[in-house]
Nanobody
């Protein structure tokens, strides 16, 4: 199994920035396709961003394109989500997740391992 631990969430004003981190406890980190999802009460967990095994390919939800950047450092077993120009609509619990075998990176049901989540709150 793989343990994932998110950090970096908090309270920010609209227009501000946060960087989320996700540390993985595995010696084969580079073999996993990594993603970020977010969830608000009473709604489904939604895709935010994903990054390929070496970090050369990235994918984003339309709502966060040009504002968020996903990256990974395989030497540190860590995935990052840089969030800029935040708005109240970005308020959610953010989760990182890992795919054991690549399929459809947009679907939460395809991911094998999940972190505990970190709260991001954006005030207006």
């Amino acid at each position: 199994q793989v343990q994932l631990v998110e950090s970096g969430g908090g309270l920010v004003q609209a227009g501000g920035s946060l960087r989320l981190s996700c540390a993985a406890s595995t010696r084969t980190f580079s073999s996993y396709f990594m993603g970020w999802f977010r969830q608000v009460p009473w709604k489904e967990r939604e895709f935010v961003a994903a990054v390929s095994w070496k970090g050369d390919l990235t994918y984003y939800a339309e709502s966060v394109k040009s504002r968020f950047t996903i990256s990974r450092d395989n030497a540190k077993n860590t995935v990052y989500l840089q969030m800029n120009s935040l708005s109240p609509e970005d308020t959610a619990v953010y989760y990182c997740a890992a795919l054991k075998d690549y399929s459809d990176y947009r679907l939460a049901s395809e991911y094998t391992y999940w972190g505990q989540g970190t709260q991001v709150t954006v005030s207006s």
